[in-house]
């Protein structure tokens, strides 16, 4: 969480920066100067950002292959994101044509310099490497793997997971004393303590459900 928190600010932060300035002259007017920002050179470096931040609460909200396959959709936007500053740092691709085409210059219009930044596309890099990491992680987490925090569980899931924790509970009650006789009865088990109470959010969640915690009689 703490990698797609970086990552995705890394991404908004540079998209806002400049990474392309233009020099250009038409014979006509005063020479110009046009500066292209992340958003404008990449336009997806902005909803990847707010992508890796959705993630978060996928994150949150899912587990087992459900994580692990947000963890294969981060990691293919991290390698996504980081195509862009890769070509502009190593000079891939054509610069001056796209910068030229990016900033809608006229006809007439000539471009006499191109001047690209270093540290938007280092720092596009650095997100997408940290999305990536982090994508890695949640692809290798283990299968059971509990959620992080149950306040973010589904609604129908948790009820159900409540609802069968009473049904547990009310089974574990329905069961001949310790010290009962007779045929059918169970012996006591060494060691064996009371069962623990149940929260009052799982009890909350359980009458949602259907299922009435107070009911001693052992249901289906």
């Known amino acids: 969480m703490v990698l797609l928190v970086l990552a995705a600010a890394a991404l908004w ?5 400049t990474w392309v ?3 250009t002259s038409d014979g006509l007017t005063q020479p110009r100067t046009h500066a292209l920002n992340g958003g404008v050179w990449f336009g997806a ?6 992508v890796l931040v959705a993630a978060i609460a996928a994150v949150l909200a899912t587990r087992g292959w459900l994580r692990r396959l947000v963890g294969v959709v981060v990691a293919v936007l991290a390698a996504v994101a980081a195509v862009p500053g890769f070509a502009l740092l190593t000079g891939h691709g054509r610069t001056a044509e796209r910068a030229a085409t990016l900033a809608e210059l006229p006809a007439r219009a000539h471009v ?8 938007p596309p280092v720092l596009s890099l650095i997100g997408a490497l940290a999305a990536f990491a982090a994508g890695v992680l949640l692809a290798r987490m283990p299968a059971e793997a509990a959620r992080l925090s149950g306040k973010y569980d589904n609604p129908v899931f948790r009820r159900a997971a409540a609802a069968d924790e009473v049904a547990a509970r009310q089974a574990e009650r329905a069961r001949p004393p310790s010290g009962a006789t007779g045929a059918g009865s169970e012996p006591a088990r060494p060691g ?4 623990e109470q149940l929260s009052e959010r799982v009890l909350w969640d359980a009458l949602d459900a259907g299922s009435d915690p107070t009911d001693d009689e052992r249901r289906r």
């Open 45 to 50: 470096l902005t909803p990847l950002a707010l």
């Open 13 to 17: 932060g540079a998209s806002r920066m």
């Open 21 to 23: 300035t233009l020099a």
């Open 112 to 119: 006499d310099q191109v001047t690209t930044a270093a540290l």
């Open 192 to 195: 064996s303590a009371a069962p």
